[in-house]
């Protein structure tokens, strides 16, 4: 628990919004899609997030249109019949190795791939493989929500993280 409120705090210390945020796609992103007031359709994904994740993902869903999507979860190993996704989605607390693990997801990939990582910060684990995903050298655009991590390919953009209040 202390992990956990001391992280936070170093979260909302080091955190921006749209006003601190110089990248295009970032602003845009945080603008028409974290921030925007509208209501949307409601997409269930049956992944027991609290409401506050759930919105979250629920406007992502939207404003990507993600064609295919997919899930993994501690019980669910990764799926070899699908050659490439849209959003793949999965939990830090369920990943042993981090780099292998990573590594197999990027074989599902493509330039515009939406990864979201679940529980960056449930405990100094989870926050470690985060920063080990934000390292990674394929990465070239990491947002640090506290409630996902998020990660994106873009090779034409120049390598960046954003720690933002979603």
Known sequence: MKFRIQSYLQFLWHS????????PFVYSLLTKCFYKKASL?????DLNLSPKKERLL???YHYFKF??????????PIDNTILQADL?????????????????????????TCFIFNNTYRNPETALAWKKICHHPRFTVTIDTYLFGIAF????QEKE??????
Request: glycine fraction near 2%; hydrophobic fraction near 30%; aromatic fraction near 12%.
């Open 16 to 23: 921006k919004n749209e006003h601190g945020v110089h990248s």
């Open 41 to 45: 359709a409601h997409h269930s994904f």
């Open 58 to 60: 629920n406007k992502m």
């Open 67 to 76: 064609k295919s999507c997919v899930f993994y979860t501690p019980e669910t």
């Open 88 to 112: 793949l989605y999965t939990s830090l607390d369920s990943i042993e190795n981090v780099e292998s693990f990573i590594d197999s997801l990027f074989s599902k990939a493509h330039n515009d």
């Open 153 to 156: 390919i873009r090779r034409e």
């Open 161 to 166: 993280h954003f720690t933002i209040r979603a």
